[in-house]
């Protein structure tokens, strides 16, 4: 639904189509990364999520990571088409 990537970070929009939790059902969940380079280099990857909401944002830029990934790699890369 959107993406804005800025530099190690994205934010990303997308709607609940699917779920078996029906009260999540066609809420737009924004969700945000950023990628501090390879795990074990220091400082971890960070995500967050913003509170579900009946209406589609009109953007979607990264918003302030709160939570470490403590397993796996987030690797964000910008494309210019």
């Not at 809420?27 to 795990?39: I, M």
């Not at 209406?55 to 709160?66: A, G, H, Q, Y």
Request: hydrophobic fraction near 30%.
């Amino acid at each position: 639904m959107c993406l804005d990537v800025q530099g190690n970070r994205a934010g990303f929009v997308w709607q609940v189509e699917e779920t078996s939790d029906q009260s999540f059902q066609g809420l737009y969940e924004h969700f945000s990364v950023r990628d501090n380079g390879p795990p074990g280099k220091g400082v971890p990857d960070m995500v967050v999520s913003a509170p579900n909401t009946p209406v589609l944002p009109p953007s979607c830029p990264p918003i302030t990571e709160t939570v470490p990934v403590l397993k796996g790699n987030i690797v964000v890369h910008d494309s210019t088409p």
